[in-house]
């Protein structure tokens, strides 16, 4: 069987990928490898037999399509984490990296191992594969100096020290998180209760008022919502005496009218101070011919557009009440853009919502496929970008490589959208499904690349790579939850989310998830996990690159 896999590299991938993914599925103590697993039977099929190696432009390709899908996914909020408070946290999270980053340094040096050894081990212990694999194209690029076999050593030493270092670097945070909320006595149903009012008052709610104000009366919408930066409401319908209508920029506000407006609690005190009067009555879906429907966004004509900009008041009577993105509902504001695969809700007459579907597209269809040209232009950019030397000093410099290349270049054209007629960003699950199939075709290459190598260190005293990449989880982990609770001031719940972003390990985030019924260990994760996965990816470079050129 072996002679089979050894001879057949494409069946060899996906036998790798099956059995490591069954072996992902199984559960210990309600803990999952997931799709890591794949790591680990690739090197297990790696230390059976050396032949049994999956070509490299397997993990290369793999790679290129797993860090361009996340970059394009994460650009939007790898640039909005930036603003107001999101840049702060976003610049501890950096420096809790740089921390580790330094001790790994310094246990290098201690221990006397290799470059490469010591950035797989500060990628295993902070469980990112991104950052290994930036690693581990770094180390290519910088041992092609060398004769073949001390070559292919060098590149599977990352490998082997983040497959020692990674099981700790997911246990140990969970235990060192038990451990802390039992020391430190955190009273976590306590901190709930007074997170889950917090999130409770965000709830989508909608609310019906009559115009009593005379400030607003005789202005159309638009002239009354004008001075509001953002109301952070939506108005959806209005009822004039018996007679009830679809509200749009132009409909004009008169005494005792009836409007529902759509938003959160906060929003709604402001819509009562505009409007002058709450009232418990419901203008019911269906009167005077007025209903809604849920339209996906698959139109490129549109994608990219703001509410504002598509002016579909106007143009067809309607207006957008709701934007379902991904698992999340919000109320979109005139400026909020669309992207392919948004869900909308439309309130207009009925006979107006087969003419408004077909203007947003509305096809599931068109939503899972995947733009090739903008696919292949945006990975030919971030490959080019992949290779230009920056200058570290020195006479040192390092490259992207294609790891760094296509990832930035994803979180641009993320961020951007959209540039003339080339639509960047991808439909979600077209998108999930890329990144999915990008990061097994890696593992599964780059974990049968290191598995004889892995038997060999383990034999040699593997145990010094254990220990050391658990300090550096347990330092890690600790600086973070001390700082995050004692000196940022976050409850525990939002320090367990930040501690699952920095360590972009959605174990620790399941794990968290599993101590409260709050959803901020998600709100956390989600506000460093970008910055945190750009961040460990550079510094797995510098790690390289200026430990194997000094």
């Given at each position: 069987m072996l002679d089979v896999f050894a001879e057949n590299p494409l069946v060899l991938l996906f036998a790798v990928i099956g059995i490591g993914y069954l072996a992902g599925s199984a559960s210990l103590w309600g803990f999952r490898l997931g799709i890591a697993a794949v790591l680990f039977t690739g090197i297990a099929f790696g230390a059976l037999d050396r032949r049994c190696a999956i070509p490299d432009y397997i993990y290369i390709l793999g790679l290129v399509l797993f860090v361009y899908s996340v970059g394009l996914q994460s650009g939007p909020s790898f640039f909005t984490s930036f603003q107001r408070r999101g840049l702060r946290f976003n610049l501890f999270a950096c420096l809790v990296l740089v921390v580790g980053a330094v001790f790994t340094g310094v246990l290098a040096v201690v221990l006397k191992l290799s470059a490469p050894s010591a950035a797989g081990l500060f990628c295993g212990a902070l469980t990112n594969t991104p950052a290994l694999a930036s690693a581990v194209e770094t180390t290519k690029s910088l041992s092609l100096h060398l004769p073949e076999g001390a070559r292919e050593?060098?590149?599977?030493?990352?490998?082997?020290?983040?497959g020692l270092a990674y099981p700790f670097g997911v246990f140990g945070v969970m235990l060192w998180i038990y451990l802390y909320t039992k020391f430190s006595r955190v009273d976590l149903r306590a901190e709930e209760r007074a997170l889950m009012q917090e999130t409770n008052a965000q709830r989508i709610l909608s609310c019906?008022?009559?115009?009593?104000?005379?400030?607003?009366?005789?202005?159309?919408?638009?002239?009354?919502?004008?001075?509001?930066?953002?109301?952070?409401?939506?108005?959806?319908?209005?009822?004039k005496?018996?007679?009830?209508?679809?509200?749009?920029?132009l409909t004009v506000l008169e005494a005792n009218d009836i409007v529902v407006a759509?938003?959160?609690?906060?929003?709604?005190?402001?819509?009562?101070?505009?409007?002058?009067?709450q009232v418990p009555e419901q203008l019911a879906e269906g009167i005077d011919g007025i209903s809604y429907r849920r339209v996906f966004v698959s139109n490129k004509q549109v994608v990219g557009k703001t509410v504002r900009e598509l002016q579909i008041g106007q143009k067809m009577h309607a207006t957008i009440t709701r934007l379902r993105r991904g698992d999340v509902d919000i109320v979109p504001s005139p400026d909020t853009v669309l992207e392919m695969g948004d869900r909308i809700r439309v309130v207009s007459y009925k006979n107006n919502l087969e003419e408004v579907s077909h203007y947003f597209g509305d096809s599931a269809k068109a939503v899972a496929e995947t733009d090739f040209l903008s696919l292949s232009l945006g990975?030919?950019?971030g490959a080019f970008l992949g290779m230009i030397p920056i200058p570290l000093g020195g006479g040192i410099s390092f490259k992207l490589g294609f790891a760094g290349g296509p990832l930035?270049?994803?979180?641009?054209?993320?961020?951007?959208?959209?540039?003339?007629?080339?639509?960047?960003?991808?439909?979600?699950?077209?998108?999930?499904v890329l990144r999915q199939i990008g990061l097994v075709f890696f593992l599964a290459a780059i974990g049968t690349k290191a598995g004889f190598g892995f038997v060999d260190?383990?034999?040699?005293?593997?145990?010094?790579?254990?220990?050391?990449g658990a300090a550096i989880t347990t330092l890690v982990t600790l600086f973070t939850l001390v700082v995050g609770q004692?000196?940022?001031?976050?409850?525990?719940?939002?320090?367990?989310g930040m501690l699952a972003g920095i360590g972009t390990q959605p174990a620790v985030l399941a794990y968290a998830n599993q101590q409260t019924e709050a959803d901020h260990p998600n709100t956390w994760y989600a506000t460093v996990y970008p910055a945190s996965m750009a961040a460990k990816i550079m510094l797995a470079q510098l790690i390289v690159s200026m430990m194997l050129t000094r």
């Open positions: 050593a060098l590149v599977a030493s990352p490998v082997v020290s983040y019906t008022f009559r115009v009593t104000n005379p400030a607003v009366i005789g202005k159309t919408v638009s002239e009354t919502l004008r001075p509001i930066e953002d109301p952070g409401f939506v108005l959806s319908r209005i009822r005496g018996e007679r009830s209508d679809v509200v749009t920029g759509v938003g959160d609690e906060t929003s709604m005190q402001r819509a009562l101070l505009l409007f002058g009067q990975i030919v950019l930035i270049m994803g979180l641009i054209l993320g961020r951007l959208g959209k540039t003339g007629p080339i639509i960047w960003e991808m439909p979600f699950n077209a998108n999930l260190t383990v034999r040699s005293g593997g145990w010094q790579l254990l220990a050391a004692k000196y940022l001031k976050l409850p525990m719940v939002a320090a367990m």
